[in-house]
């Protein structure tokens, strides 16, 4: 198991962070909506997504995760789960994926050469239904699902592991011998319990923290390659 830090430079098109805009008529929102849209204002990945097109900035954590590990080979076929809003689809495609599936419980506008399902990934049978829309295994599943954060560290812990281990039970039915899986998780990383499946079923396991993950998020990734089918 590696751990890398969050290192290297950001994605072409993304301008460097400049002097900090002030929020208008701040008087009308709340303290915590006017922390929220001060960011959101002054933070550079948002800009560049909303210039280059992107669902969301957390179109650019993929792109920097492909560009380090080169996840998404040409032809691949791409499982998203937890789709919404489409960003990371939507780098599936343009990193030249034939085939990309998104699943979320939200409903997703369409992008161009994705295929949407409006569901739960873990319904009985989901996973011959997307081996059979994607013509054969997965090559690669991608989870950028979080839940809704509670502030108490240990809870949000718990529930965005649960969320973790379901996408990779859900992985190991579906990836091709030698595909890839990777998944949201908080800092502390992946527990026992799944790093012990994931080094059983993958060649190389690490945790990543790409640099458009935001300096106070919890926020990293694990990145397992090379599934051995059990």
């Not at 295994?137 to 969320?163: E, F, K, Q, W, Y």
């Not at 499946?197 to 190389?204: G, P, S, V, W, Y």
Request: glycine share 8%; net charge positive.
């Amino acid at each position: 198991m590696t751990t890398d830090d969050k290192t290297g430079v950001t994605p072409r098109g993304v301008p460097p962070r400049r002097e900090a805009v002030r929020l208008k008529n701040a008087r009308k929102h709340t303290p915590a909506s006017q922390r929220w849209l001060a960011r959101q204002l002054n933070d550079p990945y948002v800009q560049a997504a909303k210039a280059q097109g992107w669902r969301s900035r957390a179109a650019f954590k993929l792109l920097e995760l492909d560009d380090k590990y080169k996840l998404v080979g040409k032809n691949a076929r791409v499982v998203d789960l937890g789709a919404a809003p489409g960003g990371w689809s939507q780098v599936a495609l343009t990193r030249g994926a034939a085939k990309v599936i998104g699943i979320d419980l939200l409903p997703i506008l369409p992008v161009a050469g994705a295929e949407f399902i409006e569901g739960d990934f873990t319904e009985e049978g989901m996973e011959a239904r997307l081996i059979e829309l994607l013509g054969g295994p997965a090559d690669i599943v991608l989870s950028d699902m979080a839940p809704n954060t509670t502030g108490h560290v240990a809870t949000d812990h718990i529930r965005i592991m649960a969320l973790a281990e379901m996408a990779l039970a859900f992985a190991i039915l579906i990836l091709v011998p030698g595909g890839a899986f990777v998944a949201k998780l908080f800092q502390g990383g992946a527990e026992q319990q799944m790093l012990n499946l994931l080094k059983k079923h993958f060649r190389t396991v690490r945790h990543a923290k790409p640099p458009a993950s935001r300096k106070d998020s919890k926020e990293m990734y694990v990145v397992a390659t090379g599934f051995r089918k059990p």
